[in-house]
């Protein structure tokens, strides 16, 4: 494996690509999953209309900590609306 970085390093200037691909920060990965599943999230409502945030989980096949990390995303986007019901919470697109 020493090999494999050591080549790509070496060669930084004939392969950027490659290398800048290595280095990237593990917080730069989370917030490119968190931006798909807020996709995700977003593909279901259009397709379903207003759900709970159960069904929702259950179309969308995420982790309840993702699919509140997607919501977050798309709420601070102004993209969902949120309605507190009783015991549940109903999501929409606005």
């Known amino acids: 494996m020493r ?3 050591y080549h790509f390093n070496r060669n930084e200037n004939k ?5 800048a691909r290595l280095t990237i920060k593990p917080e730069v990965i989370m917030v490119e999953k968190i931006g798909m599943n807020a996709g995700k999230v977003w593909t279901v ?3 379903f209309g207003r759900l709970n945030v159960k069904d929702l ?4 096949k995420l982790t309840e900590k993702d ?10 986007e102004g ?8 015991k549940e919470t109903f999501v929409s697109l606005i």
């Open 15 to 19: 392969y950027p690509y490659l290398c």
């Open 79 to 86: 993209k969902v609306n949120l309605e507190p019901e009783e």
């Open 67 to 76: 699919l509140y990390a997607a919501l977050g995303w798309l709420a601070r």
């Open 57 to 60: 989980k259950k179309e969308s």
């Open 45 to 47: 409502l259009d397709e």
């Open 3 to 5: 090999s494999f970085f």
